[in-house]
């Protein structure tokens, strides 16, 4: 398909894909904003094709920008039709209406409705963003499908396999691809989950967190043998690592020490990556040269303040 050289030309506009690859986010993501908030092209041609006018290209800019600084989709598109100025006092979302949607997902895992987890997840992130849907809903949602599992036996493993499968699927739709941030401009964040543990959804959403604020990381995933970790450490010099064990039983000072070990750079101006140990397994437990946020957003902004830390 012939795309426009330019996107203001007479009769032209960017296709939804160029549009998306100009603005670094998936085209479903454009086809959803379009469809949800109304966030589309002013004009539209006959046939299937989608084409975007400058003006369009602008609103979603303004739309970009704003959900990329943790303003939920929904507000994002509210504001972006006014220009991108924020209101004054807007309400956030009430407990009452955040339990609900928590019993919501909780209650379509039980029934193993997946269309029914998929969409409460969905709507979670656009009325809140990811930050909040996850700490707020999604979280606290798992824990309760973990409590009645641990109450009934092996009976109920279907279910938190069914919310976890989902969960992870609407972090990875909402995560920027690597190549939409820029390149050269810092180190990436490295995320991994220590040896032997195999719970990574806590690192995806950091992960999908950070790729929405512009930031480059690299997840690793589950269980990442720590000859593998350290390796991509020396290879990728990261701006900083996130160690994360659920269980304390997981939780290996030694690695973590190993890797705030880490050096390089000339004489005079060696570097080493911040290591920030997260999940409950290192509760009481802490190492030279690290650092344990308490909160997802106090992790989300320690990558952000530094770059590979110089040595004192």
């Not at 996850?134 to 009934?152: C, D, F, I, K």
């Not at 992960?207 to 593998?228: D, H, K, M, W």
């Amino acid at each position: 398909m012939h795309e426009p050289t330019s996107p203001g030309s007479a009769g032209a506009g960017l296709t939804t894909g160029a549009l998306a690859r100009r603005l670094g986010v998936p085209p479903t993501t454009l086809r959803s904003w379009d469809r949800r908030y109304g966030i589309g092209p002013a004009v539209r041609a006959e046939g299937r094709h989608r084409r975007w006018a400058p003006q369009d290209v602008r609103l979603l800019e303004t739309m970009c920008r704003l959900t990329a600084s943790g303003v939920p989709p929904a507000e994002a598109a509210r504001l972006a039709r006014q220009g991108g100025r924020p209101g004054q006092g807007e309400p956030s979302a009430s407990f009452a209406e955040l339990r609900g949607e928590r019993r919501g997902l909780s209650r379509a895992a039980v029934r193993l409705d997946a269309p029914a987890a998929q969409e409460l997840l969905d709507a979670a992130v656009d009325r809140h963003g990811l930050s909040t849907a996850w700490q707020e809903v999604m979280v606290p949602a798992l824990h309760a499908v973990g409590r009645t599992w641990e109450t009934s036996g092996d009976r109920c493993v279907e279910v938190e396999h069914l919310l976890s499968w989902y969960v992870s699927t609407t972090l990875r739709r909402h995560t920027r691809p690597p190549a939409a941030v820029a390149r050269g401009t810092a180190a990436p964040t490295v995320l991994a989950c220590v040896p032997g543990e195999e719970h990574s959804l806590p690192i995806e959403a950091l992960n999908t967190v950070l790729s929405e604020r512009g930031l480059a990381t690299r997840i690793f995933g589950a269980a990442v043998p720590a000859q593998a970790l350290t390796a991509a450490v020396r290879r990728l010099r990261p701006v900083a690592v996130v160690l994360w064990p659920q269980a304390r039983s997981m939780a290996t000072v030694a690695l973590a020490r190993h890797v705030a070990a880490a050096r390089w750079g000339v004489a005079g101006a060696r570097r080493r990556p911040l290591v920030l140990l997260g999940g409950p397994g290192w509760a009481g437990r802490s190492a030279a040269g690290t650092a344990r946020p308490g909160t997802l957003p106090e992790a989300l902004d320690l990558p952000a303040e530094v770059s590979a830390a110089p040595l004192t």
